[in-house]
């Protein structure tokens, strides 16, 4: 199982950013995936999940207004888009499944807002 992620960015407070992950090594469709953030000296934060076989979605409360997650199953990607950034967005972005009862994660996506 592998999951990779798209490079770090950085952003002006109020723009938009799309992070993607692609996934291999399993059945696409058959597996949720998870987001998780992580801001600097912090802990992990869970933002919601996405099942990619019909598009399901439950987001965290906190994010519900300004996330959106996507899921391409011709390409085995799934996408986060966040909106309104602000500096508190700043973090370390991961995707994350379940399989077989193993959590695998992504490298991360760095997301820098800063004017």
């Known amino acids: 199982v592998q999951l990779v992620q798209s490079g770090a960015e950085l952003r002006n407070p109020g723009a938009s950013v799309k992070v993607s992950c692609k996934a291999s090594g399993y059945m696409f469709t058959s597996y949720d995936i998870d987001w998780v953030r992580q801001a600097p000296g912090q802990g992990h934060e869970w933002m919601g999940r996405?099942?990619?076989?019909?598009?399901?979605?439950k987001y965290a409360q906190k994010f519900q207004d300004r996330v959106t997650f996507t899921a391409d199953t011709s390409t085995s990607t799934a996408y986060v888009e966040l909106t309104s950034l602000r500096s508190e967005d700043t973090a370390v972005y991961y995707c994350?499944?379940?399989?077989?009862?193993?959590?695998?994660w992504g490298k991360g996506t760095l997301v820098t807002v800063s004017s």
């Open positions: 994350k499944v379940r399989f077989n009862g193993v959590d695998y």
């Open positions: 996405i099942d990619p076989e019909d598009g399901g979605t």
